[in-house]
């Protein structure tokens, strides 16, 4: 049986989205094409509960040990933990020592993937990389959230990360997986043809579990009125801020918006609470926090008229296809990743061009205006996911690009 590590920056059902979703169910439908696949991720902290897995606990997990090597303030060091580039020993030291694996497929880049870079190198293996934001496309908003992240902290780690190579990961890269046309236009430009564009899938059923009913009475204060939701982490990236400005201006009275997912920028948390208190609408904005995958997250979307997908930028949008599955529309935009769904869905499609809140809560009105709209657009919506988005299709396209990187590894090792 061919195995295949799958290696993340972060693995954990308190913080679960859509890579952890993207990692877990490849790693489950290798298995059923008989593949050995694992998953490697960082340890959790000791006072997290459960199994350490948020969909399917059939899938091998082995955990590593992560180093934060920068120096600052208590809640600098933690953000920075969280978000920056950590070091990693024993898991290239693992595989240093495990050498029937004969190949590894990287989610994260930095120092943790130069680690397993270099241990791969040494020993002669391939690995694969899968790109899951933005990294050739960075905005220039983004270069400014960066360099406000790293503002006032000293990174000790630099010589870790050049003894590894940390910078070298794409360069030496089998494969280079993107899943949207601009970063793999950015990609090829620079790597030429080991580029890959790839879709991403969705578990129907689970999505179809949801119950309306159910989410009443978890959530009674959003038993009246018509529910919006943003799913995704509490990010800049994510701008729940704009559904914020948008709701205020536009939703009806009876409405409420759900904010849904894990705190990863405590300070953009905290701007968003300021947002909502100067709204006036707290007691119709709800940030919820994370979610239980398998039935809180269905069950919300099941509740949900729709769903609003503000981010500034996507590599894909799987919470997109999450929200199909489940029956609910989306409004959102239709640049970088979501292009792909957006051409999916079509004419149905609920679109907004800008990130202007005047734009969206125009967009908001007039959906909210017309059910006959929402509900083809539902329709449209699960659809496409039927037909188009399956992981079954995903991980047997994997499985082509890992035994072609196995076997031309081979042919140059003769």
Known sequence: MPRVAHVIRKYNPAEWGGME?????????????????????????????????????????????VLSPY?????????????????????PLRLLWDRQLPIAHLHTAGRIGGAVRTALRLTKRPYVISIHGPLLTVQDWQKKALADRFSG???????????VGARRVLDDAARIIVFNEEERLAMTEKYGQRVILMEQGVDLRRMESGNAERARRRWPHLAKGPVLTVLA???????????????????????????????VEADYRASLEREIQASGLGARIHIMGNLDAVQEVPDLLALSRLMLMTSHVEPFGLVVLEAWAAGCPVLMGNRFGLAILADAIGEKGLFVQTQEPEDWASALRACLASPERLDSAARAGKEVVRQRFSWTAVAQRLQDVYLEVIEENRRRAK
């Open 71 to 91: 120096l600052g303030s208590a809640s600098k060091r933690r953000a920075l933990k969280e978000t920056g580039s950590v070091l990693t020993v024993d898991e």
């Open 21 to 65: 979703t993207h990692v877990e169910q490849v790693a489950r439908h290798l298995a059923l094409l008989g593949w050995g696949a694992e998953i490697h991720a960082p340890y959790i902290s000791s006072g997290s509960s459960g199994s350490g897995h948020a969909l399917d606990p059939t899938v091998p997990v082995k955990r590593y040990h």
């Open 233 to 263: 982490r509490l990010t800049r990236a994510k701008n729940q801020l704009l559904a914020i400005q948008a709701f205020a201006r536009a939703a009806p009275p009876d409405s409420h918006l759900v904010l849904a997912g894990a705190t």
């Open 153 to 163: 902290a000293v990174d000790l780690g630099r010589p870790f990360g050049m003894l």
